[in-house]
């Protein structure tokens, strides 16, 4: 059984995991089953398939495309609107992987809620910042959103595995800071 620190902590990592997942769909998984896979980050019951080889090989190539697609124009935009479901289950799957030793009440409402819906606010607000960006700088803006998502996705994941309560809270100034930026973009446009 968990203190409360450590389901705190565990609930921190899943939702931080669940952020990045809102910049890169796959980038975050691959970073918690490497994680898991050297021994850094404990996985619940049924979720130590995310450190199989197999399952890491398949994180690593769709983490590739996945990036690099984001460069191409156009395919950007289709990419926004095919990530929002999958970032929704990629966030679910994130943050229920690590509620180890959580009852299932508890963990699957946290996972679906919390993390799904993390990711689902982190992808929206991020497809809206780069349809603005592609707006305002007719596509030109696109590759340096796609640069700063992928180190957002990056930067998040690596924080929530090693220190996940200060990552929480850095997510969530991160989202202040995206909204209040688009509220001021959208006040801005015609």
Do not use: Q
Not at 3 to 18: D, M, R, Y
Not at 28 to 54: K, V, Y
């Amino acid at each position: 059984m968990h203190t409360p620190l450590e389901w705190v902590a565990a609930v921190s990592i899943g939702l931080g995991l669940a952020a990045a997942t809102g910049f890169r769909v796959f980038l975050p998984l691959l970073m918690a089953g490497i994680a898991s896979r050297i021994g850094a980050l404990p996985l619940a019951d049924g979720f130590g398939w995310l450190s199989s080889t197999e399952a890491l090989v398949a994180l690593t190539a769709a983490s590739f495309f996945e990036t690099t697609a984001y460069y191409i124009p156009g395919v950007d935009h289709l990419l926004d609107i095919l990530a929002g479901p999958a970032a929704f289950v990629a966030g679910i799957v994130a943050s229920a992987s690590v509620m180890t030793d959580f009852p299932p009440a508890v963990m699957w409402p946290v996972a679906i809620i919390g993390g799904g819906g993390l990711a689902a606010t982190t992808k929206v607000t991020s497809a809206l910042v780069r349809a603005k960006t592609g707006i305002a700088t007719l596509g030109l803006g696109n590759p340096i959103v796609s640069t700063v998502e992928t180190g957002g996705a990056i930067l998040i994941a690596a924080l929530a595995i090693l220190i996940p309560i200060i990552c929480l809270a850095m997510v969530l100034v991160l989202l202040v800071w995206m909204l209040r930026r688009r509220r001021r973009t959208t006040a801005a446009l015609p």
